[in-house]
């Protein structure tokens, strides 16, 4: 999980520098999101965000939540 964390990670960074589009999908409802470790992931992510001038989607949030908790 960690090298398929680490690639996405990278992959994001780089298209959406590049793109200047971050991952869109269609958002569902989801209850069983834990709130807390979600705004831990925003949290840990926005040192990135400023370096790079970039903003993550909520899409892109969502991802990496279930690539770290599925």
Do not use: W
């Not at 960690?2 to 269609?26: G, S, W, Y």
């Not at 965000?49 to 990496?64: F, P, V």
Request: charged share 25%; hydrophobic share 45%; aromatic share 12%.
């Amino acid at each position: 999980m960690t090298l398929r964390f680490l690639i996405h990670c990278c992959c994001m960074v780089e298209r959406i520098v590049i793109n200047r589009k971050p991952l869109q999908m269609a958002l569902e409802s989801r209850p069983d999101l834990d709130v807390r470790a979600f705004s831990v992931i925003k949290s840990a992510f926005q040192p990135i965000e400023e370096a790079y001038g970039i903003r993550l989607s909520d899409a892109e949030y969502i991802y990496i939540y279930e690539l770290l908790y599925s």
